[in-house]
């Protein structure tokens, strides 16, 4: 088992790195190791990123070991979630607050003002979405540490110019796992394979185009899921075209046409919240390997990806009250979340010009990897011819690890998949 083999590593060395590529089950590797450390008396510190994610942590952890006392570490005006209202769960804002906790949960940013107190254990979620500062700021409060995060995803990012720091060792936008292996190259690494997430339409395209190093295979067959609706479609039209080919293929390609237009292109925004709608009219039974008899595919189940967050507010706006829970948020918010089916604002689509931002393969790579049966991708014509305009020339700096895979190269290999499932929008 591969957690027995992390933590035999772990016991002997200052850190572990586990990678996992999307649905691999990062959250319960996470959630195991933890149990067992506390299991054996320890004291242990987890880091993540968010609120989300922490609250998720909490969660998870309470039901996988309900005889362990946890702690979550807050900030001041932090309102605890259902999520953490656990027994043996407590809230508080210093350390000194939870001194009866085995496993004391927070987010980077808040363990980052954490001066005192120390403990034996850590585990680092969503590891390579850490930055390297508070790597920096956060490690002396532990002596050794697991981190777990998936390598193709969104790197750390930063609202301020960061080119004065390009090239230097201690340049706080690497990701806390590139800065540690880059010091300490003799630390283990391992990786784990399978996506449970990720249908098997799906995880051979995903891992070609942003893992082309190590790969990993779907947890399921192709007779494990399917997807279906409950209603045909009268007299049929694009949408339920659409729909027809990413349950039938687990994606689709629906294209608007070519027109360069303001990033939140009305047009798109629409097409893809009637895309929502018309799958919540049309009634999707998704079966999978968790539900054989088939379960309904509801609004929580829907997901909106976006490369803005104006573009997500343009979705919502256009999707009414009537859609209920469906999810419309950009890639950074969705990262580690999970939906039976996924509608993506393509980011290149209406564009003028491919910025890095929006070439960017980890945010590719969030929005074509949150679905369990299909994906469909809504985008202008043209991109394909706006690729090719702007070929990857990004600058190379000194001292800077070359970052694989290419985000001209994983946006090409995903186009070309697209193009076998593209449906024309009509006139």
Same mark, same amino acid.
């Given at each position: 088992?591969?957690?027995?083999?992390?933590?035999? !590593?772990?016991? +002997?060395?200052?850190?572990?790195?586990?990678?996992?590529?999307?649905?691999?089950?990062?959250? $319960?590797?996470?959630?195991?190791?933890?149990?067992?450390?506390?299991?054996?008396?320890?004291?242990?510190?987890?880091?993540?990123?968010?609120?989300?994610?922490?609250?998720?942590?909490?969660?998870?952890?309470?039901?996988?070991?309900?005889? /362990?006392?946890?702690?979550?570490?807050?900030?001041?005006?932090?309102?605890?979630? =259902?999520?953490?209202?656990?027994?043996?769960?407590?809230?508080?804002?210093?350390?000194? !607050?939870?001194?009866?906790?085995? %496993? $004391?949960?927070?987010?980077? *940013?808040?363990?980052?003002?954490?001066?005192?107190?120390?403990?034996?254990?850590?585990?680092?979620?969503?590891?390579?979405?850490?930055?390297? !500062?508070?790597?920096?700021?956060?490690?002396?409060?532990?002596?050794?540490?697991?981190?777990?995060?998936?390598?193709?995803?969104?790197?750390?990012?930063?609202?301020?110019? %960061? #080119?004065?720091?390009?090239?230097?060792?201690? #340049?706080?936008?690497?990701?806390?796992?590139?800065?540690?292996?880059?010091?300490?190259?003799?630390?283990?690494?391992?990786?784990?394979? /399978?996506?449970?997430?990720?249908?098997?339409?799906?995880?051979?395209?995903?891992?070609?185009?942003?893992?082309?190093?190590?790969?990993?295979?779907?947890?399921? $067959?192709?007779?494990?899921?399917?997807?279906?609706?409950?209603?045909?479609?009268?007299?049929?039209?694009?949408?339920?075209?659409?729909?027809?080919?990413?349950?039938?293929?687990?994606?689709?390609?629906?294209?608007?046409?070519?027109?360069?237009?303001?990033?939140?292109?009305?047009? =798109?925004? *629409?097409?893809?919240?009637?895309?929502?709608?018309?799958?919540?009219?049309?009634?999707?039974? =998704?079966?999978?390997?968790?539900?054989?008899?088939?379960?309904?595919?509801?609004?929580?189940?829907?997901?909106?990806?976006?490369?803005?967050?104006?573009?997500?507010?343009?979705?919502?706006?256009?999707?009414?009250?009537?859609?209920?829970?469906?999810?419309?948020?950009? *890639?950074?918010?969705?990262?580690?979340?999970?939906?039976?089916?996924? %509608?993506?604002?393509?980011?290149?689509?209406?564009?003028?010009?491919?910025?890095?931002?929006?070439?960017?393969?980890?945010?590719?790579?969030?929005?074509?990897?949150?679905?369990?049966?299909?994906?469909?991708?809504? +985008?202008? *014509?043209? %991109?394909?011819?706006?690729?090719?305009?702007?070929?990857?020339?990004?600058? /190379?700096?000194?001292?800077?690890?070359?970052?694989?895979?290419?985000?001209?190269?994983?946006?090409?290999?995903?186009?070309?998949?697209?193009?076998?499932?593209?449906?024309?929008?009509?006139?």
């Amino acid at each position: 088992m591969i957690l027995d083999a992390v933590l035999a !590593d772990l016991a +002997g060395r200052r850190g572990v790195v586990v990678d996992s590529p999307p649905g691999a089950g990062k959250s $319960t590797l996470v959630t195991q190791a933890a149990g067992r450390l506390a299991a054996d008396r320890e004291r242990v510190m987890i880091v993540a990123q968010t609120n989300e994610q922490v609250d998720d942590l909490v969660d998870r952890i309470a039901r996988h070991a309900p005889a /362990v006392t946890i702690g979550r570490l807050s900030a001041g005006g932090y309102q605890p979630t =259902a999520r953490v209202a656990h027994p043996t769960v407590t809230v508080g804002q210093k350390v000194a !607050d939870l001194a009866g906790a085995t %496993i $004391t949960i927070a987010t980077a *940013a808040k363990w980052a003002t954490i001066r005192e107190g120390s403990w034996p254990w850590a585990i680092v979620d969503e590891a390579y979405q850490m930055r390297s !500062d508070m790597l920096l700021r956060v490690a002396p409060r532990f002596e050794r540490a697991l981190f777990v995060g998936d390598p193709g995803q969104l790197d750390p990012f930063s609202t301020v110019d %960061i #080119d004065r720091w390009t090239g230097l060792t201690w #340049d706080p936008l690497q990701s806390a796992v590139a800065v540690m292996l880059r010091h300490n190259p003799d630390l283990p690494v391992h990786r784990l394979p /399978v996506s449970w997430r990720l249908p098997v339409t799906a995880a051979p395209v995903v891992a070609e185009a942003f893992y082309p190093f190590t790969g990993f295979e779907a947890g399921s $067959t192709a007779a494990d899921r399917s997807l279906s609706f409950s209603t045909r479609a009268l007299g049929a039209g694009p949408l339920d075209d659409v729909l027809a080919m990413a349950a039938q293929t687990g994606w689709a390609h629906y294209e608007l046409p070519a027109r360069h237009t303001l990033r939140t292109d009305a047009e =798109a925004a *629409a097409a893809c919240a009637a895309l929502a709608t018309r799958l919540l009219q049309r009634g999707a039974v =998704a079966v999978s390997e968790r539900e054989r008899d088939g379960a309904p595919v509801t609004a929580a189940r829907i997901a909106i990806g976006t490369a803005h967050r104006d573009q997500a507010a343009a979705v919502r706006a256009m999707l009414g009250p009537a859609a209920g829970e469906v999810t419309v948020d950009t *890639a950074n918010r969705l990262q580690g979340r999970e939906y039976d089916v996924t %509608i993506v604002l393509h980011p290149l689509s209406g564009r003028r010009d491919a910025t890095a931002f929006h070439l960017e393969s980890g945010r590719l790579c969030v929005l074509a990897s949150r679905h369990r049966q299909a994906c469909v991708v809504v +985008g202008r *014509a043209g %991109i394909a011819e706006l690729l090719d305009a702007h070929p990857s020339a990004e600058p /190379v700096h000194l001292d800077v690890p070359v970052k694989f895979p290419d985000g001209w190269e994983a946006n090409q290999a995903i186009l070309a998949k697209l193009a076998e499932h593209r449906i024309e929008a009509r006139r």
